[in-house]
């Protein structure tokens, strides 16, 4: 079967290979691939700054028809319609996986960088990890369902977003529209998404595209002065980081109002954060990192995106085929696309 690889340690190595179509073992599924996002984890081991180990099958954010059940198998049934959560290998006896955080156990292995993905004709899959969906949910609606759920896990379920809270999104790409769409199903009274000048013409256009009123291009107008005069000159209740821009992440502080909440989702790719540590201190902040899903985050977003609660799939911007991997990384890199998907049919 052809599949997009990383093959090697080091910036670049990837290309579409052939490779041995899997056979499910016991208590696995073999699933053939309607479609497959890129994540910015995609791009990070692209440039060599994310955790891997190659060779491996490149995507974590996929979705399609179950097609054959290994021995043991009780639950999901060939022609299944299918989403999975990323946590494979967890080891299931640490103290984390045993309060329930196989997200971040220390062996985890995700597909897509820890072992092979969903950028491929077919994946062999625990049946312990997947979520079956609708029948009538679109390809595109599935293949934005991982993606979603690290927002509503963020969100929601951590940082605890509630009817009527200010939040504001700092970083328009497709985790920070997300975050947005998932906290105005919340019931934020309002949310304000910042963007910079490079944002304006794809990202900041499809945030006022999705009905968002404040939306703010940091090049045009101070972030700060304009939450301020939205909440009386208290601050944003919630925060959410979503750009990983190091010298982003600081101004959070100056966002959020006193005893508020920020929330940790963008990753800086290893780049170095200088904080203004007082002023976090000084102003009681809760700041909540994120890492991944939580099981009860999945069919709660299931259920939010094929309500229509939230539109996830209008982020989706380029489909292409595997073979056309490149021009669509290069895309995303330049900020001409915003989530893509490979369609490995």
Known sequence: MKALVKTQKGVGFIEVRDVKEPVPGPGEVKIKIAACGICGSDIHVRHDSFPYWPPVILGHEFTGTVIERGADCKRI???????????????????????GNIQICPDKRSPGWGIDGGMAEYICYPERLLHTIPADMTWDQAAVVEPTAN???????????IPGDLVVVQGPGPIGLLTAMVARAAGAREVVILGTPGDEALRLKKARDLGFRQVI????????????ELTGGLGADVVAECSGAPKAIPSTVDLV???GRICAIGLTGNRPVELPWDKFAFKVVDVQFCMSTSYTSWDRTIHLIHSGAVPAQEVISHRAPLAQWESVFDAIERLEALKALLIPA
């Open 77 to 99: 049934k060939e022609g299944d319609r299918v989403v999975a959560e990323p946590h494979t290998r967890a080891c299931g006896v640490c103290p984390l996986c045993r309060t």
């Open 151 to 161: 927002a509503v896990t963020d969100l929601i379920e951590r940082t605890g977003v």
């Open 217 to 228: 291009n940091i090049g045009q107008r101070n972030a700060v002065e304009a939450v301020m």
């Open 257 to 259: 109002r006193k005893r």
